[in-house]
């Protein structure tokens, strides 16, 4: 009997010890404590024994009684304090949890680093509308009345005599209508032509256009304006070409290309292997423009830039698709920020 009742103790001791769950303790209880349980089983075999040993072996089994609830108890104190710690803590010392800064578009961030440069050498910002008339997007700028982009296949027509332009030179004129010269002024803002959306083309995209109108301003001037512009934009070894080329509203008109910086004139896939990356289109003020505004082309001179923002963007950051730059992806965006 004084075995068993060791035995017992040491069952005690190691199923209390493994206790981890309200369960476990239930199962401690039923087969210790319970009226069926280990335990009064023994006091149950008391009957059994000599009478002289019953007075030790009842203290023993008292003893043993009083070990098991003392365990059970401690055990059940335990397990209510750990569920406590459990629950969820709120730690109001923590610092708080940073918001996701948000950055500028690179859209907006290549406008802005353009601005910058041209501010720099004394231009000031304009805008216009992006709903313009006949008038302001094509007539003024000398645009003969069957010229292509006049067709609907390039321009979205609103209504009758309203659209929305597709490139910034509108603002030229109304800059010049509203101010008399010398103008120095760079123009950002959205134009919209009729394209068929691709990697190379969208219908929605960004231009600067520039305009410097003075007295004696001269190709020369135009050169080193936009010579200087590529080297801060593009890196100071940057070379550069200007090709012949046309545009209503220029005249001479001419494209300016920089040597391709992915390849440095070796040739690559952007560059089309020429080793040339063309920036933009530019040219002296044709006459006929300054007579639309009321200037008078005899005593002025003036010349003008336009470039696509979303292509210097593509050039600069090595963006393939420029309908990545509108469909604000947001792991796009991220790379980008
Ligand atoms: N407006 C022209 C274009 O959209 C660019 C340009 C602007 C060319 C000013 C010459 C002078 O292609």
Known sequence: MLEEISKIKREIENTARNISSREDLDAFRVTFLARKGKIANLFARLREIPPEQKRDVGQQLNALRSFAEELFKER????????????????????????????????????????????????????????????????????????????????FFIKDDVLLRTHTSPVQIRLMESRKPPIRAIMPGRCYRNEVISARSHVQFHQVEGLSVDTHVTFTDLKSTLVAFAREFYGKSTAYRFRPSYFPFTEPSAEMDISCFLCHGNGCRVCKNTGWLEILGCGMVDPNVFKAVGYDPEELTGFAFGMGIERTAMLRHNIPDIRLIFENDARMLRQLG
Not at 103 to 109: D, E
Not at 121 to 129: K, L, Q
Not at 139 to 155: G, I, K
């Open 76 to 155: 059940e104190k335990q397990l209510v304090e750990s569920q406590k710690r459990k629950t969820p803590f709120l730690d109001y010392t923590l610092p708080g949890r940073e918001l996701p800064i948000g950055h500028t578009h690179i859209v907006s961030r290549t406008i802005a680093d353009i601005q910058s440069i041209f501010v720099r050498m004394g231009f000031s910002i304009a805008t216009g509308p992006e709903l313009e008339s006949d008038y302001y997007n094509f007539e003024t700028l000398n645009f003969p009345s069957d010229h292509p982009a006049r067709d609907m296949q390039d321009t």
